[in-house]
């Protein structure tokens, strides 16, 4: 009976006891892989973490330029705030297809981040609202373009019992940007006389910190990612994406469920506007607003993560919502006082952590291992398209009847929209080991 021994150089140590099939090499490492997160993920974080610095400095000051700079009302508001969620939406798909037709999602996800960039330096001249619109809509399609192919090199280096870790730490790292990026808006601000000269102080910032996430793309991500299975990428088995494969009850399933929530999110625009205007916060602070959402999205999103991957995604993304209602209700009755900010913002806050990196997870999950990139993109589609809807009819609603009475009415319709999103999305893997994985 011959002993194996670790490191051996010699064949007779390394052989296997007689009747004793041991694990295979590339089994053994990837479960030593296991426990770490791997390294393109933590580059794709970091290229999101000083795009999102770049983003929401202007993010999280748009708001309040376009209500109270230019004087926009809630409707007017209402249609570039859609803009902003939903013109991404209309070429997430390309950007998902194309990268999965060409095999190349950092090619593809490169560009889309080049555009946001691009994007940033165009805000300088401009100062009209129809020009502005066309910049925030370049901006969205920079992101539309990079959103489903960067997901889908996430998912290609995570084990399915990964997914929604890996996830977790990319929306950390991704929020750890959006708490930023308010913090050098409101620091600029505070700095920069008021007026047009401080926003175009932000600007500028702004365009560096999308320049520093580029150059991590372009240097930290290899251009083929390893796939999940511990193979080279050539190695990995592939099937192309289909359309016909969106007629899959689950994917399908999936995309109703995330399009009937998502046409009652209200933008966190709004949100953060009505506590505004109920006097909870003073308009010097406005900016703070994100980071108090990100601060809890931040510290929640890995763990979070985790929980979903043991007890089940679609219980986590259900629960978000629920939490979701809860915001609305405070801000609707407690939102002129400071515990009712701070609550609406923790909810906030836990709600991203539960949906935005579980959805993509739960996608995964549902279509064909060389179709990652296109289905997540189509249910992100689904989302953005549906919140578009809602930011132009929450502002409608919000001018015919008041703040509190719309966001008590989008509340009590999303409270009966979860159990039907609940019965849709039953027909979805309840727990992500690797059989449930679409084959």
């Known amino acids: 009976m011959y002993v194996s021994l670790r490191n051996s150089p010699t064949p007779a140590a390394t052989a296997p006891a007689a009747g004793v099939a041991p694990a295979p090499d590339r089994e053994r490492r990837t479960r030593r892989k296991g426990g770490r997160v791997p390294g393109v993920v933590l580059a794709l974080g970091l290229t ?3 795009t999102d610095i770049s983003s929401e400095a202007i993010t ?3 708001p309040l330029y376009l209500t109270a700079v230019l004087g926009l009302g809630p409707v007017a508001y209402g249609f570039v705030d ?3 969620q939903g013109f991404a939406s209309l070429v997430r798909v390309l950007g998902g297809w194309w990268s ?11 560009l889309g981040y080049g555009i946001s960039a691009l994007s940033r330096v165009l805000l300088l001249p401009v100062v009209g609202i129809a020009a502005l619109t066309g910049v925030v809509a370049l901006d969205r399609l920079g992101k539309g373009l990079r959103t489903g192919p960067r997901d889908a090199m996430i ?3 995570s084990t399915p019992e990964q997914l929604g870790r890996n996830f977790g730490v990319h929306r950390a790292l991704d929020t750890a940007g959006a708490m930023a990026g308010p913090l050098l808006a409101f620091g600029v601000l505070a700095v920069v006389p008021a007026g047009l000269a401080g926003y175009r102080a932000v600007f500028v910032l702004s365009i560096a910190a999308a320049v520093v996430g580029l150059a991590f793309l372009l240097l930290a991500v290899p251009s083929r990612v390893r796939g999940s299975a511990g193979l080279p990428p050539a190695q990995q088995p592939v099937r192309r994406w289909r359309w016909r494969d969106l007629g899959d009850r689950r994917i399908r399933s999936l995309m109703i469920a995330a399009a009937l929530l998502g046409l009652l999110t209200v933008g966190d625009g709004f949100l953060y506007l009505v506590l505004a205007d109920a006097g909870g916060i003073g ?9 108090g959402t990100n601060a809890a999205y931040f510290a929640l999103a890995v763990p979070v ?5 043991r007890v089940g995604r679609t219980r986590v993304l259900l629960g978000g919502h629920v939490l979701l209602v809860l915001a609305y209700a405070v801000a609707a009755t407690t939102g002129g006082h400071l515990a009712g900010v701070i609550a609406v913002l923790l909810l906030l806050g836990c709600f991203y952590a539960a949906t935005d990196g579980v959805i993509s997870a739960l996608a995964s999950q549902c279509v064909p291992e060389g179709a990652k990139a296109t289905g997540i993109a189509s249910v992100q589609t689904a989302v953005g398209l ?4 809602s930011s132009v009819c929450f502002g409608l609603l919000w001018q015919l009847t008041g703040r509190s009475v719309a966001l008590l009415a989008v509340g009590l319709a999303l409270a009966i929209a979860i159990p039907v999103a609940a019965r849709l999305l039953r027909q979805l893997p309840s727990t992500p080991s690797g059989a449930e994985v679409a084959a």
């Open 48 to 50: 999101s973490l000083f």
């Open 60 to 62: 999280a000051v748009l």
């Open 82 to 84: 859609g803009i902003y």
């Open 100 to 110: 999965d037709r060409s095999g190349r999602p950092k090619l593809v996800a490169g």
């Open 155 to 157: 998912a290609a280096a």
């Open 283 to 291: 308009l010097t602070w406005f900016p703070l607003l994100m980071v």
């Open 305 to 309: 993560g985790r929980l979903a991957d």
């Open 386 to 389: 549906s919140r578009f809807a």
